[in-house]
């Protein structure tokens, strides 16, 4: 029930993306991806929910062609199936819920 973030393994995704998967339920997975400045995370789509917030920095997010810039405390969602990329104006942490599981993920 409980994990810190020191027992979260990190992982690469890209180069200067790196994802800790910080627990997982039976119908959610919150992780927490860190970007390092000018980092980027490719436009792709995956079958979750995911919504999440930015809780340091600033990023670039696109999601089904709009672009916002979003700052520390901006929240976003993205639907299943909707294309969307991230690219880091700062290096900043962001935190997603993805829903269903995300089993690659775990």
Do not use: W
């Not at 200067?16 to 436009?43: F, H, K, W, Y």
């Amino acid at each position: 029930m409980f994990r810190t973030n020191t027992e979260a393994t990190a992982v690469e995704m890209f180069p200067g993306v790196v994802r800790r998967t910080l627990n997982s339920g039976d119908l959610a997975t919150l992780i927490e991806v860190t970007l390092a400045d000018g980092a980027v995370v490719p436009g792709h789509t995956h079958p979750h929910e995911q919504v999440g917030y930015v809780a340091k920095g600033r990023v670039r997010f696109e999601i089904d062609g709009e672009v916002r810039e979003l700052r520390a405390g901006d929240s976003y969602l993205v639907p299943g199936g909707v294309s969307h990329e991230v690219t880091a104006l700062e290096a900043s942490v962001c935190i997603d819920c993805f829903s269903p599981v995300r089993e690659e993920f775990l």
